[in-house]
T-cell receptor, first 113, second 112 residues
Framework: DAGITQSPRHKVTETGTPVTLRCHQT?????MYWYRQDPGHGLRLIHY???????DKGEVSDGYSVSRSKTEDFLLTLESATSSQTSVYFC????????????FGQGTRLTVV | KQEVTQIPAALSVPEGENLVLNCSFT??????LQWFRQDPGKGLTSLLL?????REQTSGRLNASLDKSSGRSTLYIAASQPGDSATYLC???????????FGTGTRLQVTL
C-alpha cells in the first residue's frame, strides 16, 4: 500500500472554529490533493499541490486553505468551520504523468455541529 | 469542465454472473482513466489504470476498456463473487495539472 497517512481520522468540531487536517506521505510524490466526498456529489477536488509551496484551487475551494511546506506534508485548513463542511475528506498523491496511478488515504470524517 | 457519469448507479447480481460497469466523460483530452473500488467507510483502492493511448487493461477477473474518442470506458468483472460487493468509481486525469475528476460511482451488490 502507498504510504499515506491522514490525521485525525475522526473529528467533531463546533461551528466557527478553525480545523486543520493533515496528510503525510512517504512516497516522495510530487502531487498531493484534498477531496471531499458527499452523498450525491461523489468526490470533489478542494485544493491540490504540484510542489512545495505550489498550490492551486479545485472546484470547491471556498472556505478552505492549504499549505505545503515540505514534500511529505499537505495541510487542509477550514478557517471557520460551517455545517456544510461536514464531510469525509480524502487526501491523494500522484507522481503526475500518464502512467501514474493516484493513491488515496483512508479518509477523515469531519462533523461540524 | 470535465464531467464524468457512471451508469448504473446501483446494481445487484447473483454470484457467478459477468457484469459491465459504464463510465462516460465529456472531454476526451485526458492523460489516463483509473478505476477504483471503495468499501463502506474506507478509502479508495486503485484497480486499473488505462493510459490514454491504450484500449484496454486487465487484472485478474477485471478488464477495463477505453474508447477515448467517444468518451467511454467499461469495467468488466468476470464470475462475480460476494467479495466484489463495493462501490466502483471511475476517474479521468486531465492533461494540464494531473487532476482527477470522478464519477459518482456504481454501488455493486453480489448476492449468494
Amino acid at each position: 500500500d502507498a504510504g499515506i497517512t491522514q490525521s485525525p481520522r475522526h473529528k467533531v468540531t463546533e461551528t466557527g472554529t478553525p480545523v486543520t487536517l493533515r496528510c503525510h506521505q512517504t512516497e516522495n510524490h510530487r502531487y498531493m490533493y484534498w477531496y471531499r466526498q458527499d452523498p450525491g456529489h461523489g468526490l470533489r477536488l478542494i485544493h491540490y499541490s504540484y510542489g512545495v509551496k505550489d498550490t492551486d484551487k479545485g472546484e470547491v475551494s471556498d472556505g478552505y486553505s492549504v499549505s505545503r511546506s515540505k514534500t511529505e506534508d499537505f495541510l487542509l485548513t477550514l478557517e471557520s468551520a460551517t455545517s456544510s463542511q461536514t464531510s469525509v475528506y480524502f487526501c491523494a498523491i500522484s507522481d503526475g504523468g500518464i502512467w501514474t496511478e493516484a493513491f488515496f488515504g483512508q479518509g477523515t470524517r469531519l462533523t461540524v455541529v | 469542465k470535465q464531467e464524468v457519469t457512471q451508469i448504473p448507479a446501483a446494481l445487484s447480481v447473483p454470484e457467478g454472473e459477468n457484469l459491465v460497469l459504464n463510465c462516460s466523460f465529456t472531454d476526451s483530452a485526458i492523460y489516463n482513466l483509473q478505476w477504483f473500488r471503495q468499501d463502506p467507510g474506507k478509502g479508495l483502492t486503485s484497480l486499473l489504470l488505462i493510459q490514454s493511448s491504450q484500449r484496454e487493461q486487465t487484472s485478474g477477473r477485471l478488464n477495463a476498456s477505453l474508447d477515448k474518442s467517444s468518451g467511454r470506458s467499461t469495467l468488466y468483472i468476470a464470475a462475480s463473487q460476494p467479495g466484489d460487493s463495493a462501490t466502483y468509481l471511475c476517474a479521468v486525469m486531465d492533461g494540464t495539472a494531473s487532476k482527477l475528476t470522478f464519477g459518482t460511482g456504481t454501488r455493486l451488490q453480489v448476492t449468494l
